[in-house]
Antibody, heavy 121, light 107 residues
């Protein structure tokens, strides 16, 4: 079964750090570009970051650039999001999502269940 | 960044109705657009990719059309399980951008 499972969310104080992980299974992880997408409480979806299959291309939303770092370990079938200098507005459910192809021409076709990040003092 | 404007932001409809949701891009994006369905507390689900291609396993009552700047998602005959929030997402360039969402409610 194709599956993505996020972990690492939690409660953190403003200015703190958190590292999210996404474990992939059931497909050849190294062949797909990957994404992080978040959703603040009661709000819409916001694309956060993308990484190509070989990590050659990395992109960030302006709202997280310089604070978040996306990475992957193809040997471990894992995607990561290192989040530093966290702010209250980073509070959200964070989803990892697979692009159907690399480059992304077929949409984000597999999603994890999400992990919740709460930034509060 | 490309802005994606969805309309309407909310919609009330009945089972069996035909429903259309639109998404307009602030610049041309060829056909690099997907449609997603999200139910409360759940992850989004891909319905349509490349503007008009039906994702595997998605019922044929869902269809997409458009190219350039104007796109539509049509549900031909609403079923009870279709009441959800729908988002468009442009894959044309980075930053990738979602529409603000359309909440489809039961009338």
């Amino acid at each position: 079964e194709v599956q993505l499972v996020e972990s690492g969310g939690g409660l953190v104080k403003p200015g703190g750090s958190l590292r999210l992980s996404c474990a992939a299974s059931g497909f050849t992880f190294s062949s797909y570009s990957m994404n992080w997408v978040r959703q603040a409480p009661g709000k819409g979806l916001e694309w956060v970051s993308s990484i190509s299959s070989s990590s050659s291309y990395i992109y960030y939303a302006d709202s997280v650039k310089g604070r978040f770092t996306i990475s992957r370990d193809n040997a471990k079938n894992s995607l990561y999001l290192q989040m530093n200098s966290l702010r209250a507005e980073d509070t959200a459910v964070y989803y990892c999502a697979r692009d159907g192809s690399d480059p992304p021409d077929y949409g984000m076709d597999v999603w994890g269940q999400g992990t919740t990040v709460t930034v509060s003092s | 960044a490309i802005q994606m404007t969805q309309s309407p932001s909310s919609l009330s409809a009945s089972v069996g109705d035909r429903v259309t949701i639109t998404c307009r891009a602030s610049q041309g994006i060829r056909n690099d657009l997907g449609w997603y369905q999200q139910k409360p507390g759940k992850a989004p689900k891909l319905l349509i990719y490349a503007a008009s291609s039906l994702q595997s396993g998605v019922p044929s009552r869902f269809s997409g059309s458009g190219s350039g700047t104007d796109f539509t998602l049509t549900i031909s005959s609403l079923q009870p399980e279709d009441f959800a929030t729908y988002y468009c997402l442009q894959d044309y360039n980075y930053p990738r951008t979602f529409g603000q969402g359309t909440k489809l409610e039961i009338k």
